[in-house]
């Protein structure tokens, strides 16, 4: 592969004194690496090029909202021949008048954002539904049926009895209808013909049939209403102009972002920077070979400087270029950036959000600090919106000082300029998700800081007598002391750790080995009849924690009408979060936001 050089400025705050202010970097392009995977015979066969695929068991990025309902990556637009043209031609036969009826059927063309009258099956009951179409899915991938992936909508009817009000009953006889955040597919036969809605944050059309100002969502297990205006709203329609007669492949491009000390004993800043292509299995993703470097970022460089050739290139991949697989056909290939993984700092400067110890420090919701360890914070009415952020953007660019552009940036938690990372088609808060592996690290760190500090000489001592008598998987590294060497676990040792922890508790230590303030605090926050009950309660909050990473890190997540993971989830994370800040005072409950 070919390496390309260019060079970048060098703060020299972030150097030594004798460094130059300009250095030349080198990455190596992405358009490269997508050539040699086409030609390549072990790679290209297995990887996936198709709609989004609707499925109980979840574990590829197909399987994603993000693929499903983008069209750079999956289908966003269908032709089904449900159009009828009725021709009525009759004359004279003998004096007969003969009728004769032409029924031609013709295509019609649905895309992601049309909105649709069609029929569902209830039992035996036949009843016509609103829906607005988000994209085309298969069931599975080897399936040639299309099916498509409908977003609900319901009549006044239809709300739940603590949501009707008069002033609702009245906006509905003005026909007005209110959308859900309920999902579902339906058969192309399914589907009776297009409906005008008007959605009240968009320009107000000409004519219109309904019209919607709210969305229906539940949260907390609280079935509640929210503006239309607090919605991620449909990715753009493509204008990619495809050759005929010539296969289309899409790429799911995953950035990935991390900056890192390449010294042991000093720390200057090294950044890191490669992709991963979401078209590979899982199986394929998880191998570090298929981990491809784009560079590393000079120690004093910006990473706005650094990242300008990847730009380039993805604007050009997001056009659409023609090459060439492994079989020697010529192909059209485009693509986009799919998402940017990045932990808690970087992760918020690729989304344009300032640091998390900022007021309004969270890259998916607009929680302050004073809110942190409020359960019931509302994350959907108050999370962050593209075209909401997009607007505060353009308000700090329109500021005529600087302290003003710094002041309004600071009251909406955002950076004083847009991520260079904008110049491509992505939203920024739904495509720079959370990273959950340290986000918990972080969190399981601070419960091990917090339950040794409960304990006291003699609860040491036996905690580490069982701790080196535990059984491990042979495949374990040996650990070093939690007690004395924790701050140089990795986090997957922190996490391994945590696994053990309940049965390492329950097999050494009693109320005996804690201090004796934080048995009287627990005894009597829990109201126990007995300090000998209180050991339970720090051992079942290990418990909780054990299971909510177990469930995090599950290779794979079940969403049907009956069972669904993520919602097991959230009941688990809440939980958890309630037992830190009840038993051992924790104030991390915002990192669950995070998640």
Known sequence: MILNSHNVNINPMDTPSTSTLLKESYTFSILDHIQRILNNPSIYPKLYFGPGIETLERFELWHGQIWKESPIFGETSYQIGNGIVVFNLHFLFYNFLIYIYNIIYFLVLYQAGDFILYQIQRGTIIDQQLGQINSIVKLKEDSKEKLLYIQKIIYYKDLPGNLRSSNRLNKSKKHTVWLTEERETIYNNDVIGHINIWLEDLPEPENYDYQI?????????????????????????????????????KFFIDLYYDDFGAFGKAYHKLGGLYIQFGNMPLSMRQCLKNHFLVGLVPFGAKFTDFIKPFIEQMQKLQNGIIMTNCNGEKVFVSGGLGMCTADLPQGNDMAGIRRHNANRGCRSCEVTQEKLNDLRFDIQVNGRYCHITDLQFQEIKQASTKSAKENIAKQYGLCCQKNILDHLIRNRHIQTPQDPYHCLAGLVRRLFDETFKAMNNTGHVEFVKAWKTFEVPSSWNRLQNPITHRDSYWMNDSLRLTMIMPYILIRSINYKHYKTEVINRIKNDY????????????????????KACKHVFKSSYIVDNTYNDYTILKKMLKQVAEALLKVLLLTLVFLFFYI
């Open 213 to 249: 100002g709210e969305i229906l969502y539940t949260y907390n297990n609280q079935t509640k209403i929210r503006k239309i205006q607090q919605r991620h709203r449909l990715s753009c329609k493509s204008n990619i102009q495809k050759p005929s007669n010539i296969r289309h492949l």
């Open 527 to 546: 109201h126990l009849n007995n300090q000998v009950q209180v050991p339970s309660i720090i051992v079942n909050c290990w418990v909780k924690m054990a």
